[in-house]
């Protein structure tokens, strides 16, 4: 176990927010312009709370982007335009995930991506952490490859030794093929200075191809809080797993021996795509930012509730709805667009 590092909460002060900024000739098609309207107003309003890094595909929009960030209301002086190749917009899984030394110096763990076990084409994305560190996006942290397949979105911290995840997303044969629990486990500990994890064995979304990232589900609160995803509709085929996830939820403890005091989000009204495929909608892909938080919207009744509740557990924080229906199209949402970087 490295003693000398910690992963720290995402509710704990960050140095910046990393976001990915959408390819014009990606997998978006003809959607691109709804993308980068999505992604604009998702980085104008994180830049008017903190410094953002974006990744951008060209030295064109390296020049444009902050005028333009600025006119829809943020903030271009903490705009940090950084050009390099990536495959997609999903910097929570292909960035680093930051830990930190006891004298509160950065190291970045570039995992490896792999596309979500092999799912989508991901070289692009593998390489962008190395690049950016390469070119001085992070400043002067300490970086380190591991030969290891693991997303951002696959776990979740209390900042405190304790690690929330799923067994169908890690255990996945598309990651790391043959590792158990246990080892795992040991990696955790030896690279995060983890010492508890808690897996979930059930919930599941209908249109997640992460196999079931604990960003869609559950994610911590505060050290003994976790706000989840819950179905209250019994004729809705998540109603069971996710109920079965309730469940194994109400049997997890905190450090100190307790039961989590357990939260359950609105569940929202199904969303669908152009084509009629249901979307995996979920408001426990909110985003945690310095001085706000951001709750995904889909354009339905429950987006308020979410917001509300959302900002009662968040009191310090201004919660802000942002409109998320272009990015799940994508299959992900607020949280899965960004990551990140502490400090």
Known sequence: MDQAVRLPAEWERQAAVLFTWPRPDGDWGDAIAEAEQAMLA???TASRYQPVIITVPGAAAATTLPDRIAAAGGRAENIHCHVAPADDVWARDHGPITVLEPDGERRLLDFTFNGWGGKHAAAADNALTARLHHGNAFGAADYRALDIVLEGGAIDTDGAGTLLTTSQCLL???????RD?????AMFARELNIHRVLWLDHGWLVGDDTDGHVDMLARFVDGSTIAYTVCDDPDDPHYRPLQDMAEELGRLRDRDGAPYRLVPLPWPAPVTSVDGRRLPATYANFLIL???LLVPAYGIPQDEQARALLAD??????AISLDARVLIGQGGALHCAAMQIPG
């Open 181 to 185: 629990r246990a080892w795992y486990e």
């Open 313 to 318: 557990l968040f009191p310090a924080r201004e």
């Open 172 to 178: 996945h044969p598309g990651r790391n093929p043959g």
């Open 290 to 292: 310095n001085d706000a």
């Open 42 to 44: 998702l980085a104008a």
